[in-house]
Protein backbone atom coordinates (compact mmCIF):
# COMPACT_ATOMS: atom_id res chain seq x y z
CA UNK A 1 0.00 0.00 0.00
CA UNK A 2 2.72 2.29 0.79
CA UNK A 3 4.23 1.34 -2.99
CA UNK A 4 0.95 2.32 -4.14
CA UNK A 5 0.34 5.95 -1.71
CA UNK A 6 4.47 7.07 -2.94
CA UNK A 7 3.75 6.48 -6.67
CA UNK A 8 0.68 8.27 -6.60
CA UNK A 9 1.92 11.10 -4.57
CA UNK A 10 4.94 11.82 -7.15
CA UNK A 11 1.91 11.48 -10.22
CA UNK A 12 -0.90 13.57 -8.73
CA UNK A 13 -0.83 15.70 -12.06
CA UNK A 14 -1.19 12.73 -14.00
CA UNK A 15 -3.93 11.04 -11.63
CA UNK A 16 -5.94 14.11 -12.38
CA UNK A 17 -5.31 14.29 -16.20
CA UNK A 18 -6.74 10.25 -16.27
CA UNK A 19 -9.60 11.40 -13.98
CA UNK A 20 -10.35 13.87 -16.15
CA UNK A 21 -10.61 11.61 -19.30
CA UNK A 22 -12.99 8.82 -17.40
CA UNK A 23 -15.31 11.67 -16.25
CA UNK A 24 -15.32 12.92 -20.16
CA UNK A 25 -15.06 9.42 -21.91
CA UNK A 26 -18.20 8.33 -19.60
CA UNK A 27 -19.99 11.54 -19.91
CA UNK A 28 -19.94 11.22 -23.33
CA UNK A 29 -20.96 7.85 -24.08
CA UNK A 30 -23.77 7.40 -26.01
CA UNK A 31 -26.72 6.69 -23.55
CA UNK A 32 -27.52 3.32 -24.54
CA UNK A 33 -24.34 1.78 -23.69
CA UNK A 34 -24.84 3.05 -20.33
CA UNK A 35 -26.31 -0.18 -17.74
CA UNK A 36 -29.34 0.74 -15.91
CA UNK A 37 -28.79 0.30 -12.11
CA UNK A 38 -31.59 -1.16 -9.60
CA UNK A 39 -32.60 2.56 -7.37
CA UNK A 40 -33.55 5.84 -8.79
CA UNK A 41 -30.79 8.21 -7.39
CA UNK A 42 -27.99 6.15 -8.53
CA UNK A 43 -27.17 8.48 -11.18
CA UNK A 44 -26.87 11.06 -8.75
CA UNK A 45 -24.75 9.51 -6.40
CA UNK A 46 -22.47 8.87 -8.82
CA UNK A 47 -22.33 12.71 -10.19
CA UNK A 48 -21.40 13.75 -6.75
CA UNK A 49 -18.74 11.00 -6.22
CA UNK A 50 -16.86 11.96 -9.18
CA UNK A 51 -16.71 15.47 -8.79
CA UNK A 52 -15.87 14.60 -5.18
CA UNK A 53 -12.79 12.82 -6.53
CA UNK A 54 -12.36 15.02 -9.01
CA UNK A 55 -11.59 17.78 -6.74
CA UNK A 56 -9.68 15.67 -4.17
CA UNK A 57 -7.02 14.92 -7.29
CA UNK A 58 -7.04 18.71 -8.01
CA UNK A 59 -6.80 19.10 -4.44
CA UNK A 60 -3.71 17.32 -3.72
CA UNK A 61 -2.23 18.39 -7.29
CA UNK A 62 -1.50 21.61 -6.26
CA UNK A 63 -0.66 21.29 -2.64
CA UNK A 64 2.36 22.65 -2.04
CA UNK A 65 0.50 26.27 -3.58
CA UNK A 66 -2.59 25.70 -1.70
CA UNK A 67 -4.80 28.51 -0.41
CA UNK A 68 -8.26 30.18 -0.08
CA UNK A 69 -8.12 31.14 -3.54
CA UNK A 70 -6.59 28.48 -5.16
CA UNK A 71 -8.78 26.09 -3.01
CA UNK A 72 -12.01 28.68 -4.64
CA UNK A 73 -10.33 28.23 -8.12
CA UNK A 74 -10.36 24.55 -8.07
CA UNK A 75 -13.86 24.39 -7.01
CA UNK A 76 -15.04 26.75 -9.81
CA UNK A 77 -13.03 24.67 -12.50
CA UNK A 78 -14.54 21.67 -11.47
CA UNK A 79 -18.68 23.03 -11.59
CA UNK A 80 -17.52 24.37 -14.75
CA UNK A 81 -15.86 21.41 -16.21
CA UNK A 82 -19.28 19.66 -14.66
CA UNK A 83 -21.57 22.31 -16.16
CA UNK A 84 -19.75 21.90 -19.63
CA UNK A 85 -20.42 18.12 -19.48
CA UNK A 86 -23.44 18.91 -19.19
CA UNK A 87 -24.00 21.08 -22.14
CA UNK A 88 -22.23 18.53 -24.43
CA UNK A 89 -24.09 15.53 -23.45
CA UNK A 90 -27.22 18.25 -24.36
CA UNK A 91 -25.73 19.21 -27.19
CA UNK A 92 -24.35 16.05 -29.41
CA UNK A 93 -26.46 13.49 -30.78
CA UNK A 94 -25.20 10.58 -28.25
CA UNK A 95 -28.66 9.72 -26.33
CA UNK A 96 -27.89 12.02 -23.75
CA UNK A 97 -29.53 15.15 -22.35
CA UNK A 98 -28.71 18.44 -19.99
CA UNK A 99 -29.99 17.95 -16.42
CA UNK A 100 -30.06 20.99 -13.94
CA UNK A 101 -29.71 18.01 -11.02
CA UNK A 102 -26.77 16.67 -12.29
CA UNK A 103 -25.16 20.14 -12.17
CA UNK A 104 -25.93 20.24 -8.76
CA UNK A 105 -24.58 17.20 -7.87
CA UNK A 106 -21.73 17.65 -9.71
CA UNK A 107 -21.27 21.04 -7.95
CA UNK A 108 -21.90 19.27 -4.19
CA UNK A 109 -19.19 17.12 -5.15
CA UNK A 110 -16.62 19.99 -6.18
CA UNK A 111 -17.66 20.83 -2.76
CA UNK A 112 -15.15 18.41 -1.46
CA UNK A 113 -11.89 20.43 -2.14
CA UNK A 114 -13.66 23.29 0.39
CA UNK A 115 -13.99 20.65 3.06
CA UNK A 116 -10.37 19.33 2.98
CA UNK A 117 -8.53 22.92 2.45
CA UNK A 118 -10.67 24.28 5.78
CA UNK A 119 -10.21 20.69 7.46
CA UNK A 120 -6.73 21.33 6.94
CA UNK A 121 -6.23 24.35 8.20
CA UNK A 122 -8.52 23.83 11.32
CA UNK A 123 -5.87 20.94 12.14
Not at 37 to 60: C, K, M, N, Q
Not at 67 to 95: D, H, K, M, R, S
Amino acid sequence: MDLFLNRFLKNRKEALFIWLLIIFSLSLTPGNYIPKVGFSYTDLIVHFVFYAILSTLAYFSFYQKINQIITFQIFFICTLIGFVVELLQGALPIGRFFDWSDVLFNSMGATMVLFLYFLNKRI
